[in-house]
């Protein structure tokens, strides 16, 4: 059982940056595509950014331009990096992992944009 697990969110001021990480208990690149979800209590999870193995990166709209989803190989760990955070970003994020079929989640990091 891949475990995922995230840290690195908080309060931030709005303009500011967080980098949000998701240690991974599995070599990465043994994992189809992985990625950032997020979620506003009442809402659905909706997807923020995804990498597949191979290197293709997509974003939400919202978010592009803003964020970047990377991955460090040596450390099995997926970053996404959050620049110009605005109120509306403000959101419990999850990191994600799915391979032929099975998804994988992590507990979930709160993060708050506010003044």
């Known amino acids: 059982q891949v475990q995922l697990v995230e840290s690195g969110g908080g309060l931030v001021q709005p303009g500011g940056s967080l980098r949000l990480s998701c240690a991974v208990s599995?070599?990465?690149?043994?994992?189809?595509?992985m990625g950032w979800y997020r979620q506003v209590l009442g809402k659905q999870r909706d997807m923020v950014a995804t990498?597949?193995?191979?290197?293709?990166?997509n974003y939400e709209d919202s978010v592009k331009g803003r964020f970047t989803i990377s991955r460090d190989g040596a450390k099995n760990t997926v970053y996404l990096q959050m620049n110009s955070l605005k109120p509306e970003d403000t959101a419990v994020y999850y990191c994600?992992?799915?391979?032929?079929?099975?998804?994988?989640w992590g507990q979930g990091t709160q993060v708050t944009v506010s003044s």
């Open positions: 994600w992992g799915n391979t032929w079929g099975t998804a994988y």
């Open positions: 599995a070599n990465i690149f043994s994992i189809g595509v």
């Open positions: 990498i597949t193995r191979g290197g293709n990166i």
